[in-house]
């Protein structure tokens, strides 16, 4: 069992978790995740590390509500447990000193980039940090993200926070400003990182991205997160979860992460059913988050 | 017979080989194939007896010779003759703690009973059958004893706690040293949970095992993937322990790298046996993993081994119209146990042998229909000696299928190996590991089963075991490396 010690939400349907996990606290590195089971009937689910406290054996995840489980877990409060918290699980993203890097967060995958741009700023280059949210509300780590970077950039999709657009305008921006690209980081859905490898393929401009594919045990057993790597199956849990963006075919990947979609939409459907109206147990769908 | 030994049998050799072979009772193949309850029934006592009752007592007994573990058959078969049936349990536990799960799994044809005298004229003792009856018969009554040793102070870790492991744990917590198992799942029993399938090893026998483990001693954690999780260095260094066992097991899942393979619809059998095995998909919704339902569709296996076949009458359990088999090679080559085969032929699983699949069809939206198949004819036999399988040209044909399960193999899982400085590996990358003493290149760890050999069996995986566990307590015991 791994008690939560801590447990706020950091946007609707967005909730950062401290739980009490000292090895894998000791461990984890950015780029890194966890896999998490809540009960005895659960399913198997990665979930990012945003980041860790070894000295305390506290590890922060950030869970965005989408289907059953994660409403699941948002639900559950400070002092609760969950059953099994696996990691840190893939490889470690490749911290070194690349001169200027562009980390682009979309949505909780905000929560993901954010230790990685840390540990870039670090190593001493230069972090130009782009953030993309829906709206307002969904905007996340912003001052943890202003704090490790060079720059901030923020797009909100509907323009209800500074800057309407999305994240690749910002980073055109960039691009026809003129401004030296050593490398580009981005973690977010699918459509976004498939948008940023798009672009920075024109460019030349060596990009990296942190793939989430369907995964049960992700310790390299059961090769259900394999994703289609230059022609070649690569499993995320061992090979990734980042990957070359210009190598990955993200058709098989959107593909992929549709087989249960039938079953996820039942599975979520009789949870919302079933949750008692008022109470402690109830999990209110935040209003304008996507399913 | 041994002049040496009065038998106890009151049968005389001459008339033993006219008893025949006694059957296993089991679930008749049209009501098994619709449900996960085991298909072998186990023997009564009296079947028990009137089977022992065939032993030859050979005065130089082959089948021990034959068993990865060295059980002493003749020994434990003369305990069942004699009506001692906790005698005959203790006689095997002197060589192999999980009786229970190697007289369900183990391929005896190719061992014990393949080098049974009987079967020079009849059929063979049914040795596998024995054993797990005394191991039940255990069970039941509770006649298993604790072993109380002296602690030697010392502390193993074992890595993965599948057969090999737990066969260290178990022979090393015998021998007074600590051993605190560590697994990467969240359940005790690695393939025996995860891959072996209910109706072939009830996980209800797997749990009984391993709590007799923690009855000896034994400490489990898991939720842990050593190499990531921990390190073996840190294990050594900085928690303390004097010695390391390997034993991570299978790794990734081959591929057949054909076009439609990332199709939806098409699994690896380690994924599609994990969602059914561990994580009880077919029980969906009460259980929250999905899984492609299966009921009025077609499914094929490709592979041939007992992995192949445990996908497959998973299956045909959860309700698929046809249930193919698709191996390139012939019957005489499939590596599958001769009871697994039997078996799910009386279930009505189709063989396809000689037969390849060449590419997977898809609808255009991504979803699997169909493999497109080739017939295969057999050349010149390969480094594995078995006939190289060559295709047949001009005979591709469509098999209709909204679900493949690729079951031909895996690779070495590289976690454990990369974040080991100094620890050798072969060519494949699987550790390097003596195969008498299962050392590896770094001092004090020590590696076996499936994560040395590539996939192998469960007996296999536990006489390395054994071997490791001797060879571990002699490292403990005298310092020598």
């Given at each position: 069992m791994f008690k939560i010690v801590h447990a706020e939400f950091l946007a609707p349907g967005i909730k950062r978790f401290v739980i009490e996990a000292p090895r894998i606290a000791r461990k984890q590195k950015p780029g890194q995740f966890v896999i998490l089971r809540i009960y005895e009937e659960g399913e198997r689910i990665p979930v990012t590390i945003e980041n860790s406290c070894p000295e305390r054996g506290t590890i922060n995840i950030v869970v965005q509500a989408a289907g059953k489980t994660t409403h699941l877990l948002n639900s559950l409060e400070t002092g609760e447990s969950i059953l099994d918290v696996v990691g840190p699980l893939g490889k470690p993203s490749d911290i070194r000193n690349?001169?200027?890097v562009v980390v682009v967060g979309g949505g909780v995958g905000t929560a993901m980039a954010y230790?990685?741009?840390?540990?870039?700023?670090?190593?001493?280059?230069?972090?130009?940090?782009?953030?993309?949210?829906?709206?307002?509300?969904?905007?996340?780590?912003?001052?943890?993200?202003?704090?490790?970077s060079d720059a901030l950039m923020i797009t909100t999709d509907d323009g209800s926070y500074a800057d309407k657009g999305f994240v690749t305008d910002k980073l055109r921006q960039l691009i026809e400003n003129g401004t030296r690209i050593d490398l580009v980081i981005a973690v977010g859905p699918i459509v976004m990182m498939k948008a940023v490898s798009e672009m920075t393929r024109k460019e030349n401009i060596h990009t990296v991205v942190s793939l989430n594919p369907i995964m049960i045990d992700g310790t390299g057993m059961c090769g259900g997160c394999r994703v289609l790597i230059d022609g070649k199956s690569e499993f995320a849990c061992v090979d990734g979860p980042e990957f070359d963006a210009h190598k990955v075919d993200f058709s098989v990947l959107v593909q992929r992460n549709t087989m249960y979609r039938d079953a996820e939409q039942r599975s979520l459907a009789e949870y919302q059913h079933s949750k008692p109206a008022e109470g402690k147990c109830a999990v209110t769908a935040p209003q304008g988050v996507r399913p | 017979m041994?002049?040496?030994?009065?038998?106890?049998?009151?049968?005389?050799?001459?008339?033993?080989?006219?008893?025949?072979?006694?059957?296993?009772?089991?679930?008749?193949?049209?009501?098994?194939?619709?449900?996960?309850?085991?298909v072998n029934l186990g023997?009564?006592?009296e079947l028990a007896q009137q089977e022992a009752r065939r032993c030859l007592e050979c005065a130089k007994p082959t089948c021990t010779d034959n068993c990865p573990v060295g059980i002493d058959v003749k020994?434990?078969?003369?305990?069942?003759?004699?009506?001692?049936?906790?005698?005959?349990?203790?006689?095997?536990?002197?060589?192999?703690?999980?009786?229970?799960?190697?007289?369900?799994?183990?391929?005896?044809?190719?061992?014990?009973?393949?080098?049974?005298?009987?079967?020079k004229k009849v059929k063979p003792l049914g040795i596998g059958y024995l054993e797990r009856f005394v191991a039940d018969y255990e069970q039941k009554m509770g006649t298993h004893v604790v072993p109380m040793v002296a602690p030697t102070g010392k502390r193993v870790a074992v890595v993965g706690s599948g057969p090999s492991g737990l066969t260290v744990a178990g022979d090393l917590i015998?021998?007074?040293?600590?051993?605190?198992?560590?697994?990467?799942?969240?359940?005790?029993?690695?393939?025996?949970?995860?891959?072996?399938?209910?109706?072939?090893?009830?996980?209800?026998?797997?749990?009984?095992?391993?709590?007799?483990?923690?009855?000896?001693?034994?400490?489990?954690?898991?939720?842990?993937?050593?190499?990531?999780?921990?390190?073996?260095?840190?294990?050594?260094?900085?928690?303390?322990?004097?010695?390391?066992?390997?034993?991570?097991?299978?790794?990734?899942?081959?591929?057949?790298?054909?076009?439609?393979?990332?199709?939806?619809?098409?699994?690896?059998?380690?994924e599609f046996l994990t969602r059914i095995n561990l994580m009880k998909a077919y029980k969906f919704p009460v259980y929250d993993e999905p899984m492609l339902d299966l009921k009025g569709r077609d499914v094929a296996v490709i592979g041939g081994g007992n992995t192949a076949l445990d996908a497959i009458r998973s299956a045909l359990r959860l309700g698929a119209r046809k249930a193919y088999v698709i191996y390139r090679r012939s019957d005489a080559e499939m590596p599958a146990r001769a009871e697994e085969v039997h078996h799910a032929r009386q279930e009505g699983i189709d063989f396809q042998m000689l037969t390849a699949p060449v590419e997977f069809l898809s609808d255009g939206k991504g979803w699997l229909t169909a493999a497109r198949c080739v017939r295969m004819e057999l050349g010149e036999p390969d480094a594995s000696g078995r006939r190289r399988p060559a295709p047949i040209q001009g005979s591709e044909f469509d098999v209709p299928l909204s679900v493949a399960v690729i079951a031909i193999g895996t690779s070495a899982n590289p976690i454990v190996q990369s974040t080991t400085p100094g620890l050798g590996t072969n060519k494949r990358g699987y550790i390097q590991?003596?195969?008498?003493?299962?050392?590896?290149?770094?001092?004090?760890?020590?590696?076996?089963?499936?994560?040395?050999?590539?996939?192998?069996?469960?007996?296999?995986?536990?006489?390395?075991?054994?071997?490791?566990?001797?060879?571990?307590?002699?490292?403990l015991t005298t310092g020598h490396w």
């Open positions: 690349y001169g200027t230790p990685t741009a840390a540990a870039l700023k670090q190593a001493g280059n230069r972090v130009i940090s782009i953030v993309g949210a829906r709206n307002q509300g969904l905007v996340i780590l912003e001052n943890e993200m202003r704090a490790v | 041994s002049p040496a030994t009065k038998s106890k049998n009151p049968v005389s050799p001459k008339d033993r080989m006219k008893i025949p072979r006694q059957l296993m009772p089991e679930q008749p193949a049209q009501e098994r194939a619709h449900n996960f309850e085991e023997y009564s006592a020994k434990f078969v003369e305990f069942i003759v004699a009506g001692d049936f906790a005698g005959a349990a203790a006689k095997i536990r002197e060589a192999n703690v999980l009786p229970a799960i190697t007289g369900r799994v183990c391929p005896q044809e190719d061992q014990c009973e393949g080098k049974c005298l009987l079967s015998q021998k007074g040293h600590k051993v605190r198992v560590f697994e990467a799942l969240h359940e005790i029993g690695g393939v025996l949970v995860y891959g072996i399938p209910e109706f072939r090893l009830p996980k209800q026998i797997v749990r009984e095992q391993i709590d007799y483990m923690r009855e000896m001693g034994v400490e489990f954690e898991t939720d842990v993937v050593v190499g990531r999780t921990v390190t073996i260095d840190e294990l050594l260094e900085e928690e303390g322990y004097d010695a390391v066992f390997i034993g991570t097991g299978a790794g990734l899942p081959q591929f057949m790298n054909i076009p439609g393979e990332h199709l939806n619809g098409v699994y690896s059998a380690n590991a003596s195969e008498e003493t299962q050392r590896t290149t770094r001092k004090g760890v020590f590696a076996g089963g499936d994560i040395v050999t590539g996939s192998a069996t469960v007996i296999l995986a536990m006489g390395a075991g054994r071997r490791a566990a001797n060879s571990i307590h002699e490292y």
